[in-house]
């Protein structure tokens, strides 16, 4: 990937805190300044951090561990499940997709009974494009972009691939995959625009591009596609819990989303999905399970879809995970979404600046949007190196960014737990690295998981 001109805009949607407005200077000094003025610093104290010495930017890939997670695991295992056994289904059990749900859609803008926690993001995705499909039938198009994340796009190729095997009008489906203006960077939004014609039945993107950080306008794109008759799902992935999300006020009709990074919400936690009040009676899931069924406990032989957005669960969800991340998700839910958006939008900005300041002269671009209104929370520098880099930052420097192909270092930046310091000392680390050239040792071949 290719980087762009970096010319950061500060504060350009920072709200607050006038009193910073001054350039961000490239010194611990300055971290320490910034750290002071942070509303939010407390909230670290929420989390387990054992090693003080360890800069952690990958909270985008797998967030933090909560104390308050660790005393629920605890008591969920030992209380609910050790002495309530098979009586604890209706002790809470059976609603918690439900009500795990209507906290997350606190953070998402979506009003109660819209949000279920279930299964995983590419189960969901399956799920809500058939459902879609055989909501517009007569439409053949979906269309998405080549910079989504890939599990996205095998899902909807499988689609497409399963659907073909089917007689009658049901097939000739097609995946439209718009491309970006610059190597990965920014989708090409023209090209977005003529894609989405009145043949498309599903417009499906991810808010925050998973590589490059991009956030797209969901608005914007939510209505430009209802113009044409189209239904838009929205990959949240890397957007909740580290920015304020509108799903009703922009009338998307689904979304779907991962709870294990930026709401901390442990290694494979259940994942979630939405469906917008107006069309969840006339939609279908494609797996009819059981626990999508009318009434499941009178054992009927024929399937009745549940009322509302309940008809989208299949089957018996992980309930030692599920339960573990609704406790994950206090912390999030008492800071509020719009101060997390601030701190975030300080850090990237402050991440910008360290990247043009002490690491372009060795090579390093930005491969992330300069304007903080178009960024998610994480930014990814490039170098041809990346990869060697990445491996020498993890195994040598107590740093853990994720490399993402052809050349990005991914850096991360949680609000709830990261400090301004642990930037700085980030940035330093990786400058380093260079003056050091420790990257050189590492092989270009390799490692299973990035
Ligand atoms: C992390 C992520 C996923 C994860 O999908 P799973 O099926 O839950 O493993 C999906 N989509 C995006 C955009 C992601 O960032």
């Known amino acids: 990937m290719n980087g762009t001109a970096l010319a950061v805009p500060f504060f350009d949607n920072f709200v607050g805190k006038s009193k910073m407005k001054e350039d961000f ?24 951090i054992d ?68 299964d995983t ?19 053949k198009r979906i269309v998405t972009d080549t910079m989504n994340f890939p599990s996205d796009l095998y899902i909807l190729q499988g689609i497409v691939h399963s659907l073909s095997f089917s007689g009658g009008a049901f097939r000739d489906h097609e995946v439209i995959r718009i491309d970006s203006t610059d190597s990965g960077l920014t989708p090409d939004l023209a090209a977005l625009e003529s894609a989405i014609n009145e043949d498309t039945a599903l417009v499906t993107l991810s808010h925050v591009l998973f590589k490059s950080g991009y956030l797209y306008d969901m608005q914007r794109i939510t209505e430009l596609a209802h113009r044409k008759g189209a239904l838009v799902l929205w990959d949240l992935s890397h957007s909740v819990g580290s920015l304020p999300v509108a799903l009703d006020k922009c009338n998307a009709d689904f979304a779907i989303g991962c709870t294990y990074k930026y709401l901390n919400g442990g290694p494979g936690a259940p994942a979630f999905l ?73 850090m990237t900005n402050y991440a910008s600046t360290l990247t043009e300041n002490l690491l372009a002269p060795f090579g390093f671009s930005l491969g992330s949007p300069v304007d903080s209104a178009r960024r998610g929370s994480h930014i ?19 740093v853990i960014p994720d490399f993402r192909e052809p050349d990005n270092i991914r850096l991360g930046f949680a609000p709830l737990y990261l400090s301004f310091m642990e930037i700085w000392e980030g940035f330093d680390r990786i400058k380093r690295v260079m003056t050091e050239k420790r990257y050189e040792k590492y092989p270009k071949q390799k490692l299973t998981v990035t």
């Open 380 to 398: 990814s520098i490039c170098h041809t190196d990346g990869y060697r880099i990445n491996r020498a930052l993890i195994e040598e420097m107590n």
């Open 51 to 118: 090693d003080p010495n360890l800069i952690y930017l990958d909270g985008n890939s797998l967030g933090r561990l909560p104390k308050a997670a660790i005393e629920r695991a605890k008591q969920i295992v030992e209380e609910e499940w050790g002495r309530d056994l098979i009586r604890g289904w209706n002790k809470g059990w059976w609603e918690a997709p439900a009500r795990v749900g209507d906290k997350i859609g606190h953070l998402i803008g979506a009003a109660p009974g819209q949000v279920l926690v279930n």
């Open 274 to 346: 939405y469906i917008n009040k107006a069309i969840q009676e006339k939609v279908t899931s494609p797996i009819w399970g059981w626990w999508g069924q009318n009434n499941p406990f009178a054992f009927g032989l024929d399937y009745e879809p549940a009322p509302g957005a309940n008809r989208f669960l299949a089957g018996t969800q992980p309930m030692i995970s599920l339960l573990t991340m609704e406790a994950a998700l206090d912390p999030l839910l008492s800071a509020g979404m719009d101060s997390i958006r601030a701190k975030s939008i300080l």
């Open 25 to 48: 200077q490239p010194t611990p000094a300055y971290a320490f300044q910034l750290d002071s003025q942070d509303k939010l610093a407390s909230f670290r104290e929420a989390f387990v």
């Open 121 to 139: 993001v590419s189960l969901n995705l399956y799920k809500l494009t058939m459902a879609a499909l055989a909501y517009r039938p007569e439409k």
